[in-house]
């Protein structure tokens, strides 16, 4: 059994399109779990609260393989030592949380979020086994060529979409990227 965390996005939820497409379409053999990540991203204790929480999930739940979009790529970086596929990460949230998601975050908190984004730096080990997906038309951002910086650029790839990740990319290019 090959166990899988998805992490979803801002804005979303354990109950996600994209976590339900990916439980359908996955032979059996895959167990997907989730869990509903804080959206409070106005606090930085959220998303250190929302990390120590993937993190205890992967432990607990034996997991194999995050699986996580935009926001909730950011708090998969911070995963270590487990297989990572990214959808649109949102790789530096400070650049778009006043924009988007909180508007209303001081800049202290704006400072927390940059020193993380700063210090973060994979290891060997995470660069061999973090792969991303990026689309062609994402309308919110790309951090293509920051993730091929940091990671392995053979490990990133573009589909056509947009920011959300289609049921067709789903089951045509996320689900034998997990397979393979």
């Not at 999930?57 to 970086?77: C, H, N, R, T, Y």
Request: a negative charge; charged letters at 25%.
């Amino acid at each position: 059994m090959t166990n899988i965390l998805y992490i979803h996005g801002f804005g979303s939820d354990e109950n996600s399109k994209t976590s339900r497409v990916l439980r359908k379409s996955l032979p059996d053999g895959y167990a997907v779990f989730t869990h509903s990540f804080s959206n409070n991203y106005r606090l930085f204790k959220t998303m250190s609260s929302n990390i120590s929480t993937a993190m205890e999930l992967i432990e607990a739940k034996e997991i194999d393989l995050v699986v996580a979009s935009s926001m909730g790529g950011f708090i998969a970086m911070e995963c270590r030592g487990v297989k990572k596929i990214l959808i649109n990460p949102c790789m530096k949230p400070s650049e778009h949380l006043r924009q988007r998601m909180a508007p209303d975050i001081s800049e202290k908190e704006l400072n927390e979020y940059r020193l993380l984004e700063y210090v973060m730096k994979p290891n060997p080990e995470d660069i061999k086994h973090t792969y991303g997906l990026f689309s062609t038309r994402d309308e919110l951002f790309s951090y293509k060529d920051y993730f091929d910086s940091i990671y392995s650029p053979d490990n990133s790839f573009y589909m056509e979409d947009g920011h959300r990740i289609s049921t067709k990319n789903i089951k045509e290019v996320l689900v034998p990227l997990i397979e393979f």
